[in-house]
């Protein structure tokens, strides 16, 4: 059996693109994708899955139309399916996503920042 261990600091190093998703391992039908994200994102959803949101450094917050939640560094955060929400980060922020093969970045909302799926660094 194969043993590759994934050290999320040093994948962080091999792309500066923002709002474009690496995958960097996959379990199952689930891919763990990192990202560099500032400014806001688009308003969308995932009407078919929940997508996890884990902050490897820096701040972000995720808004909803009813509020929003503040996330740091060590932070998690699940946004349930079919929940319309907005990333945004005031600095650059490195996230690791969590979410099943396929999904696409923007959700419903389509755009200028979807990013192409199944990009491996």
Not at 74 to 103: F, N
Request: hydrophobic content about 35%.
């Amino acid at each position: 059996m194969p043993r590759q261990v994934v050290n999320l600091s040093e994948k962080l190093t091999k792309f500066s693109e923002r709002w474009s998703p690496r995958v960097i391992a996959e379990m199952n039908d689930y891919q763990f994708k990192l990202a560099k994200i500032q400014g806001e994102f688009v308003w969308h959803d995932h009407p078919d899955t929940d997508e996890t949101f884990f902050v490897v450094s820096g701040s972000m917050c995720i808004r909803f139309e009813d509020g929003e939640v503040r996330l740091g560094q060590g932070d998690l955060y699940v946004v349930p399916k079919g929940v319309r929400h907005q990333p945004y980060a005031e600095e650059e922020c490195h996230i690791l996503l969590i979410e099943p093969r396929g999904v696409v970045n923007t959700g419903d909302a389509g755009g200028e920042l979807q990013a192409p799926n199944d990009v491996w660094v």
